[in-house]
């Protein structure tokens, strides 16, 4: 086997700091700003208003501090940094300001925030009062501040005291840097070594980075080249991750899934050379569980469109198509390393959707695990073939939730653009994840499933066909069809995030170019909801 050794990238050091960020020895300070009101000075520029935290940096500077930043052409609009040397009045010697925007509970869309509609878009920055948007201003501005320090080996920031949790985040998620594949990675961009968070607790800091990490790490599997992930050594990443943090692992290989029955990774699988896997993954709860959820995510490791062979156009971005797969892979090491009291299983089909004179054909019949067939009309749907099988494999552990989630359609960008997830499945569910989704800043949109769908997978040989023979509703007929392997009374719910979970433009926010680790956040903070409510 050829040697697919990747090393992980150096993640920064972090830790919360009871101490003055004016006393804090650090290559740089970071403070937070909001716009001012129009009209305060005597050139029409409003100065900023300094930001919760900043108290004891503005005194530092004899109280001028939000004069000095106006003069140089500071605004607090969300994302923009300015920096200044502050010549001994602290002890970092640079201070980097960034825009918050409006604070929470002020319009947004003021033209005085400085906020408009230049943001990542992830959680409808519209909304008056919205502490969801506001928490993400603050994601986005720690990420530009992030950026902006890059290469340094120190920092300290203040923007704990505004959100904790959104600063941790927007910090180690903005300053990702991927580099793992060249062979002389750029200094100059890397992120910064070692962060001190000012204004919050231990505790707060350590979820907040874990939840990035996280993230992370499901963005390091998706921008990992397809050479070099593909079924085997994706299988065995993933239990490096799971036996680290404590998980029981199984892996199913190619002979064991044709054996079993897993008629839909076996038939995706077999036309490539690196042979299909199965993975499954278990977070028992710390023996202290009272809900059991399933996980499910796509893992298809590169997709050709098989026969039904996809243009050339856009197909480099197919190395994202196990973005699902990342994601819930992630997502169980996370609860073990939260020690969440709720049981975690993530079952993950793993195959390579390749043509070639073995891969399966338009017109071939599969038999899916748990018996049900399906006639194939297009190679190119092969996301929720895997899925099936996973799914009812998922069902048989008789788990109270489960949720998958997939890079699945065209149809989901279409409907829905390149940030926001079509989520769909039992109605409450589907809303309760929907909720996560828009808190947490991933952002997703409830949709319907309407039977009278279904009908249009009627298959003229099989139980059903992969898809029907038009080119509406795409996105919904994917979840129909899944559902046909969830179990009655299952509540269940299904993410497309063929858009969000991959960013092939320049970095916004705190969003990187690449793997985004959607839908990371919005399954952890489930998790988190299941094992406190149930």
Do not use: C
């Given at each position: ?174 300053g990702y840097v991927f580099d793992t ?25 350590r979820r907040a980075a874990l939840v ?185 552990d008789e788990p109270d939730y489960l ?132």
């Amino acid at each position: 086997m050829t040697d697919t050794t990747t090393p992980a990238p150096t993640r920064p050091a972090v830790a919360a700091s009871s101490t003055s960020p004016a006393e804090v020895t650090a290559d740089a300070l970071v403070i937070g700003l909001h716009p001012g009101t129009s009209g305060d000075s005597d050139s029409g520029q409003a100065a900023p208003v300094l930001a919760a935290g900043s108290e004891a940096v503005d005194a530092a500077f004899g109280g001028e501090l939000a004069e000095l930043l106006r003069t140089v052409g500071a605004t607090g609009k969300v994302e923009q940094v300015v920096s200044l040397p502050t010549r001994g009045a602290v002890a970092a010697p640079r201070l980097v300001a960034v825009g918050l925007g409006a604070p929470a509970g002020i319009d947004s869309t003021d033209p005085d925030s400085g906020d408009g509609d230049s943001g990542d878009g992830d959680s409808g920055d519209g909304d008056s009062g919205d502490a969801a948007a506001a928490a993400d201003r603050v994601r986005r501005a720690a990420g530009a501040a992030a950026r902006a320090l890059a290469g340094s080996a120190s920092a300290v920031s203040t923007l704990a005291a505004v959100d904790a949790e959104a600063a941790v985040q927007g910090t180690l998620l903005g300053g990702y840097v991927f580099d793992t594949h060249r062979t002389a990675p750029d200094a100059s961009a890397a992120p910064v070594a070692s962060w001190e968070f000012t204004g919050s607790d231990e505790d707060t800091v350590r979820r907040a980075a874990l939840v990035a990490e996280a993230v992370n790490t499901a963005r390091d599997l998706v921008n990992t080249a397809p050479n070099l992930l593909y079924p085997e050594t994706f299988a065995a990443r993933a239990v490096a991750l799971a036996e680290e943090a404590g998980l029981e692992t199984e892996v199913l290989d190619d002979a064991q899934l044709l054996e079993q029955g897993f008629g839909g990774v076996s038939g995706v699988g077999q036309g490539s050379s690196r042979k299909p896997r199965l993975v499954r993954l278990t977070w028992n709860g710390g023996g202290d569980a009272a809900k059991k959820v399933a996980l499910v995510g796509k893992g298809i490791t590169f997709d050709t469109g098989g026969i039904s062979l996809k243009p050339n156009a856009g197909m480099p971005d197919m190395t994202s198509d196990m973005g699902g797969a990342a994601a819930v892979i992630a997502s169980v090491v996370l609860a073990a390393k939260l020690e969440l009291p709720v049981a975690v299983t993530a079952t993950v089909p793993m195959a390579e959707n390749m043509p070639s004179s073995t891969a399966y054909r338009p017109g071939d019949v599969l038999t899916m695990y748990g018996g049900k067939t399906v006639e194939v009309l297009n190679t190119d749907a092969e996301g929720r073939l895997v899925l099936a099988d996973a799914i009812v494999r998922a069902a048989e552990d008789e788990p109270d939730y489960l949720v998958e989630t997939s890079t699945l359609t065209g149809a989901q960008e279409v409907a829905l653009g390149m940030r926001t997830a079509g989520i769909m499945g039992a109605d409450e569910l589907r809303d309760r994840v929907t909720a996560h989704a828009v808190e947490t800043g991933e952002d997703g949109w409830a949709m319907p499933l309407p039977q009278y769908l279904r009908s249009e997978l009627d298959s003229r040989v099989a139980d059903l066909a992969n898809v029907t023979g038009n080119r509406f509703g795409g996105m919904l007929v994917a979840g129909i069809f899944l559902r046909e392997f969830v179990p009655a009374g299952l509540p269940w719910a299904h993410l497309d995030v063929a858009g969000p979970a991959y960013n092939p433009g320049g970095t916004r926010g705190y969003t990187t170019k690449g793997g985004t680790g959607v839908p990371v956040r919005t399954i952890a903070a489930f998790l988190e909801d299941v094992s406190a409510n149930g």
